[in-house]
Protein backbone atom coordinates (compact mmCIF):
# COMPACT_ATOMS: atom_id res chain seq x y z
CA UNK A 1 0.00 0.00 0.00
CA UNK A 2 1.52 3.55 -0.99
CA UNK A 3 1.01 6.52 0.96
CA UNK A 4 0.00 9.96 0.50
CA UNK A 5 0.73 12.57 2.31
CA UNK A 6 -1.43 15.49 1.32
CA UNK A 7 -4.46 18.43 1.96
CA UNK A 8 -8.59 17.13 1.85
CA UNK A 9 -8.18 20.69 -0.65
CA UNK A 10 -5.56 19.47 -2.69
CA UNK A 11 -7.52 19.14 -6.64
CA UNK A 12 -3.89 17.27 -8.07
CA UNK A 13 -4.17 14.25 -5.37
CA UNK A 14 -8.17 14.25 -6.69
CA UNK A 15 -7.04 13.70 -10.10
CA UNK A 16 -4.00 10.87 -9.04
CA UNK A 17 -6.54 8.83 -6.74
CA UNK A 18 -8.92 8.39 -9.47
CA UNK A 19 -6.39 6.03 -10.97
CA UNK A 20 -4.63 4.88 -7.83
CA UNK A 21 -7.84 4.29 -6.48
CA UNK A 22 -7.46 1.64 -3.58
CA UNK A 23 -3.60 1.18 -4.10
CA UNK A 24 -2.41 4.13 -2.24
CA UNK A 25 -3.66 5.42 1.67
CA UNK A 26 -4.38 9.51 0.79
CA UNK A 27 -3.32 11.31 4.65
CA UNK A 28 -5.17 14.47 4.43
CA UNK A 29 -3.16 15.70 7.98
CA UNK A 30 -5.89 17.91 8.53
CA UNK A 31 -8.04 15.75 8.76
CA UNK A 32 -6.50 14.02 11.62
CA UNK A 33 -9.75 12.20 13.32
CA UNK A 34 -10.71 10.51 10.47
CA UNK A 35 -7.64 8.58 10.60
CA UNK A 36 -6.05 5.72 13.38
CA UNK A 37 -2.54 5.53 13.97
CA UNK A 38 -0.35 3.32 16.44
CA UNK A 39 3.81 3.05 16.61
CA UNK A 40 5.42 0.75 18.61
CA UNK A 41 9.16 -0.79 18.83
CA UNK A 42 9.43 -2.15 15.66
CA UNK A 43 6.14 -1.45 13.71
CA UNK A 44 3.25 1.19 12.67
CA UNK A 45 -0.22 1.42 11.36
CA UNK A 46 -2.29 4.27 9.69
CA UNK A 47 -5.54 2.90 8.85
CA UNK A 48 -8.48 5.60 7.38
CA UNK A 49 -12.25 4.99 7.49
CA UNK A 50 -12.93 3.23 4.50
CA UNK A 51 -10.46 0.07 5.59
CA UNK A 52 -7.61 0.86 3.65
CA UNK A 53 -4.17 0.27 6.09
CA UNK A 54 -0.35 0.64 5.77
CA UNK A 55 2.34 -0.91 8.10
CA UNK A 56 5.89 -1.32 8.15
CA UNK A 57 5.01 -4.98 6.45
CA UNK A 58 3.00 -3.64 3.37
CA UNK A 59 4.59 0.11 2.99
CA UNK A 60 5.58 1.05 -0.59
CA UNK A 61 6.20 4.53 -1.59
CA UNK A 62 5.79 7.59 -0.21
CA UNK A 63 4.62 11.12 -2.28
CA UNK A 64 5.08 14.02 0.02
CA UNK A 65 2.75 16.95 -0.86
CA UNK A 66 2.38 20.15 0.41
CA UNK A 67 0.02 19.42 3.34
CA UNK A 68 -0.50 23.39 3.98
CA UNK A 69 -3.79 23.40 5.65
CA UNK A 70 -3.50 23.10 9.59
CA UNK A 71 -6.12 23.58 12.27
CA UNK A 72 -6.92 26.79 13.73
CA UNK A 73 -4.99 28.06 17.06
CA UNK A 74 -9.11 28.55 18.68
CA UNK A 75 -10.30 24.76 18.05
CA UNK A 76 -7.71 24.10 21.29
CA UNK A 77 -7.61 20.86 22.04
CA UNK A 78 -8.70 19.61 18.54
CA UNK A 79 -5.59 22.24 17.28
CA UNK A 80 -3.16 20.01 19.62
CA UNK A 81 -4.25 16.77 18.87
CA UNK A 82 -3.50 17.69 15.15
CA UNK A 83 -0.20 18.42 16.23
CA UNK A 84 0.30 15.36 17.69
CA UNK A 85 -0.70 13.32 15.18
CA UNK A 86 1.21 15.02 12.23
CA UNK A 87 4.83 14.79 14.51
CA UNK A 88 3.97 10.78 14.82
CA UNK A 89 3.52 10.73 10.94
CA UNK A 90 6.90 12.43 10.82
CA UNK A 91 7.77 10.26 12.95
CA UNK A 92 7.37 7.46 10.23
CA UNK A 93 8.75 9.69 7.48
CA UNK A 94 11.79 9.96 9.49
CA UNK A 95 12.12 6.42 9.55
CA UNK A 96 11.73 5.46 5.79
CA UNK A 97 13.84 8.36 5.28
CA UNK A 98 16.63 7.12 7.15
CA UNK A 99 16.46 3.79 5.95
CA UNK A 100 15.03 3.67 2.46
CA UNK A 101 15.25 7.16 1.06
CA UNK A 102 14.39 6.23 -2.43
CA UNK A 103 10.71 5.31 -0.86
CA UNK A 104 10.03 9.00 -0.01
CA UNK A 105 9.84 9.73 -3.81
CA UNK A 106 9.89 13.76 -2.58
CA UNK A 107 11.49 14.61 0.52
CA UNK A 108 10.97 18.17 1.97
CA UNK A 109 14.16 17.83 4.12
CA UNK A 110 15.78 17.18 0.82
CA UNK A 111 13.82 20.13 -0.50
CA UNK A 112 15.71 22.66 1.48
CA UNK A 113 18.81 22.01 0.63
CA UNK A 114 17.85 22.47 -2.89
CA UNK A 115 17.30 26.31 -2.32
CA UNK A 116 17.40 29.04 -5.41
CA UNK A 117 21.10 29.53 -5.66
CA UNK A 118 22.53 26.28 -5.04
CA UNK A 119 20.06 25.18 -8.29
CA UNK A 120 21.17 28.56 -9.85
CA UNK A 121 24.75 26.97 -9.50
CA UNK A 122 24.19 23.46 -10.46
CA UNK A 123 22.33 24.69 -13.52
CA UNK A 124 24.89 26.83 -14.73
CA UNK A 125 27.09 23.89 -15.18
CA UNK A 126 24.82 22.37 -17.95
CA UNK A 127 22.46 25.36 -19.16
CA UNK A 128 22.45 28.74 -19.66
CA UNK A 129 21.15 30.87 -16.53
CA UNK A 130 20.74 35.00 -15.88
CA UNK A 131 23.18 37.11 -14.28
CA UNK A 132 21.88 37.26 -10.22
CA UNK A 133 22.36 38.74 -7.28
CA UNK A 134 21.27 39.02 -3.31
CA UNK A 135 22.26 42.66 -2.03
CA UNK A 136 21.08 44.46 0.95
CA UNK A 137 23.19 47.31 -0.92
CA UNK A 138 21.80 47.76 -3.86
CA UNK A 139 22.95 51.46 -4.11
CA UNK A 140 26.58 50.08 -4.18
CA UNK A 141 26.66 48.10 -7.53
CA UNK A 142 26.90 49.17 -10.77
CA UNK A 143 23.58 47.99 -12.84
CA UNK A 144 24.49 49.46 -15.96
CA UNK A 145 24.14 47.33 -19.17
CA UNK A 146 21.38 44.82 -18.10
CA UNK A 147 17.68 44.73 -17.41
CA UNK A 148 16.79 43.22 -14.02
CA UNK A 149 14.02 42.10 -12.58
CA UNK A 150 13.51 41.35 -8.58
CA UNK A 151 11.90 38.26 -7.55
CA UNK A 152 11.03 36.79 -3.88
CA UNK A 153 12.96 34.13 -2.46
CA UNK A 154 10.73 33.01 0.20
CA UNK A 155 7.50 33.55 -1.88
CA UNK A 156 5.99 34.76 1.61
CA UNK A 157 3.02 37.19 1.05
CA UNK A 158 3.53 40.58 2.62
CA UNK A 159 0.39 40.69 5.41
CA UNK A 160 -2.22 43.25 5.13
CA UNK A 161 -4.93 44.49 7.10
CA UNK A 162 -7.20 43.87 4.64
CA UNK A 163 -8.98 40.16 3.26
CA UNK A 164 -5.84 39.52 0.63
CA UNK A 165 -2.17 39.54 1.07
CA UNK A 166 0.31 41.28 -1.01
CA UNK A 167 3.05 38.69 -3.04
CA UNK A 168 6.00 39.72 -4.76
CA UNK A 169 5.59 38.74 -8.29
CA UNK A 170 8.94 38.49 -10.87
CA UNK A 171 8.55 42.63 -11.90
CA UNK A 172 10.66 44.49 -13.33
CA UNK A 173 13.07 47.20 -11.64
CA UNK A 174 15.71 49.53 -12.13
CA UNK A 175 17.84 48.61 -9.29
CA UNK A 176 19.20 51.84 -8.17
CA UNK A 177 15.27 52.57 -6.96
CA UNK A 178 15.44 49.86 -4.35
CA UNK A 179 15.72 50.49 -0.73
CA UNK A 180 19.19 50.05 0.83
CA UNK A 181 18.63 47.72 3.99
CA UNK A 182 16.61 45.01 2.57
CA UNK A 183 17.59 41.94 1.02
CA UNK A 184 16.50 41.40 -2.70
CA UNK A 185 16.95 39.33 -5.31
CA UNK A 186 17.62 40.64 -8.66
CA UNK A 187 18.33 38.80 -11.48
CA UNK A 188 18.67 39.54 -15.67
CA UNK A 189 15.53 40.41 -17.53
CA UNK A 190 15.84 37.46 -19.99
CA UNK A 191 13.76 38.91 -22.62
CA UNK A 192 11.43 35.73 -24.31
CA UNK A 193 8.24 35.05 -26.53
CA UNK A 194 7.63 31.99 -24.38
CA UNK A 195 7.44 30.41 -20.86
CA UNK A 196 8.83 27.13 -21.07
CA UNK A 197 7.90 24.38 -17.76
CA UNK A 198 9.16 20.92 -17.59
CA UNK A 199 7.63 18.20 -15.37
CA UNK A 200 10.47 15.63 -14.43
CA UNK A 201 9.23 12.73 -13.45
CA UNK A 202 11.67 10.08 -12.45
CA UNK A 203 14.09 11.04 -15.69
CA UNK A 204 11.41 11.88 -18.11
CA UNK A 205 10.46 14.73 -18.95
CA UNK A 206 7.39 16.82 -19.93
CA UNK A 207 7.78 19.78 -21.84
CA UNK A 208 4.92 22.72 -21.84
CA UNK A 209 5.19 26.22 -23.41
CA UNK A 210 2.96 29.63 -22.92
CA UNK A 211 2.96 32.28 -25.84
CA UNK A 212 3.88 35.11 -23.08
CA UNK A 213 1.82 37.50 -25.94
CA UNK A 214 -1.31 37.99 -24.12
CA UNK A 215 0.47 37.87 -20.32
CA UNK A 216 -0.21 41.31 -18.37
CA UNK A 217 3.38 41.68 -16.85
CA UNK A 218 6.49 39.52 -16.68
CA UNK A 219 5.00 36.54 -14.35
CA UNK A 220 2.96 33.92 -15.62
CA UNK A 221 1.44 32.96 -12.32
CA UNK A 222 -0.39 36.70 -12.73
CA UNK A 223 -2.75 34.51 -14.82
CA UNK A 224 -3.98 32.11 -12.74
CA UNK A 225 -7.43 30.84 -12.86
CA UNK A 226 -7.54 32.74 -16.37
CA UNK A 227 -8.47 30.98 -19.66
CA UNK A 228 -4.58 31.46 -20.72
CA UNK A 229 -3.37 30.33 -17.71
CA UNK A 230 -5.43 27.29 -17.53
CA UNK A 231 -5.64 26.63 -21.35
CA UNK A 232 -2.67 28.23 -22.85
CA UNK A 233 -0.13 25.85 -22.12
CA UNK A 234 0.47 23.58 -25.11
CA UNK A 235 2.73 20.17 -24.99
CA UNK A 236 6.47 20.51 -26.78
CA UNK A 237 8.87 18.30 -28.12
CA UNK A 238 12.10 18.93 -25.88
CA UNK A 239 15.45 18.65 -27.80
CA UNK A 240 17.60 16.02 -26.43
CA UNK A 241 20.70 17.98 -25.31
CA UNK A 242 17.94 19.59 -23.10
CA UNK A 243 16.44 16.58 -21.58
CA UNK A 244 19.91 15.41 -21.02
CA UNK A 245 21.11 18.96 -19.20
CA UNK A 246 17.77 18.32 -17.22
CA UNK A 247 18.66 15.05 -16.14
CA UNK A 248 22.35 16.12 -14.99
CA UNK A 249 20.65 18.93 -13.01
CA UNK A 250 17.97 17.17 -11.31
CA UNK A 251 20.82 14.29 -10.83
CA UNK A 252 22.99 16.56 -8.95
CA UNK A 253 20.53 18.00 -7.11
CA UNK A 254 19.29 14.14 -5.85
CA UNK A 255 15.47 14.90 -7.37
CA UNK A 256 13.31 12.73 -8.53
CA UNK A 257 10.17 15.01 -9.14
CA UNK A 258 10.16 18.21 -10.19
CA UNK A 259 9.00 21.19 -12.30
CA UNK A 260 11.29 23.67 -14.21
CA UNK A 261 10.71 26.58 -15.29
CA UNK A 262 12.80 28.07 -18.54
CA UNK A 263 12.32 30.97 -20.81
CA UNK A 264 12.49 30.37 -24.85
CA UNK A 265 12.31 32.69 -27.90
CA UNK A 266 10.34 29.94 -29.68
CA UNK A 267 8.87 26.61 -29.26
CA UNK A 268 11.59 24.70 -30.75
CA UNK A 269 13.22 25.05 -27.22
CA UNK A 270 16.96 24.80 -28.31
CA UNK A 271 17.83 28.33 -26.78
CA UNK A 272 16.49 27.30 -23.04
CA UNK A 273 17.20 30.01 -19.98
CA UNK A 274 16.94 28.08 -17.07
CA UNK A 275 14.97 29.87 -13.73
CA UNK A 276 14.41 27.41 -11.39
CA UNK A 277 13.05 23.93 -9.72
CA UNK A 278 9.92 23.82 -8.19
CA UNK A 279 10.78 20.59 -6.35
CA UNK A 280 7.48 19.55 -5.33
CA UNK A 281 5.37 22.30 -7.97
CA UNK A 282 1.92 22.13 -8.99
CA UNK A 283 1.73 20.53 -12.74
CA UNK A 284 -1.55 18.80 -12.78
CA UNK A 285 -3.44 21.35 -14.35
CA UNK A 286 -0.94 20.98 -17.70
CA UNK A 287 -2.39 17.41 -18.26
CA UNK A 288 -5.87 17.34 -16.67
CA UNK A 289 -7.62 14.99 -19.28
CA UNK A 290 -4.39 12.83 -19.19
CA UNK A 291 -3.94 13.05 -23.13
CA UNK A 292 -0.35 14.47 -22.07
CA UNK A 293 1.06 11.42 -20.54
CA UNK A 294 2.25 13.25 -17.21
CA UNK A 295 -0.61 11.76 -14.90
CA UNK A 296 -0.24 8.52 -16.04
CA UNK A 297 3.78 8.77 -15.70
CA UNK A 298 3.13 9.80 -11.50
CA UNK A 299 0.52 7.06 -11.17
CA UNK A 300 3.85 4.70 -12.42
CA UNK A 301 5.92 6.80 -10.46
CA UNK A 302 4.07 6.43 -7.31
CA UNK A 303 3.48 2.92 -7.45
CA UNK A 304 6.66 1.85 -9.16
CA UNK A 305 8.17 -1.32 -7.45
CA UNK A 306 9.97 -0.17 -4.49
CA UNK A 307 13.27 -1.66 -3.03
CA UNK A 308 12.80 -4.32 -0.07
CA UNK A 309 12.09 -3.34 3.56
CA UNK A 310 13.36 -6.60 4.49
CA UNK A 311 13.10 -6.29 8.41
CA UNK A 312 11.80 -3.10 9.53
CA UNK A 313 13.87 -1.42 12.41
CA UNK A 314 14.09 1.54 14.16
CA UNK A 315 17.34 3.04 13.89
CA UNK A 316 18.74 5.09 16.47
CA UNK A 317 20.34 8.58 15.45
Known amino acids: MHLVVTSAEDVTADLLFERLKDRALRLNWECWQDYSIEICDQDFRIADRFGRVVTASTLGNILWRKPVASVPRTCGETWYGFHEFRASVETILGDVRRQLPDRLLVDPERLTRTDRFQQLRVASRYLPTPKWILTSRPSTIDWTGRQWVV ?13 LDKLLFTTGVDPRDLADGWPWFVQELIDARYDLTVVYVDGT ?12 GLDWRLAIGTELADHGWQPASLPFALTEAIRQVMGNLQLRFGRLDFLVSDTNC ?15 WLDLDGRHGVMDAMVRFITSEPASLGDWEIKQV
Open 151 to 163: KSLSSRPVPEDAA
Open 205 to 216: CFGFVLDRANLE
Open 270 to 284: RNAVFLEVNANGQWA
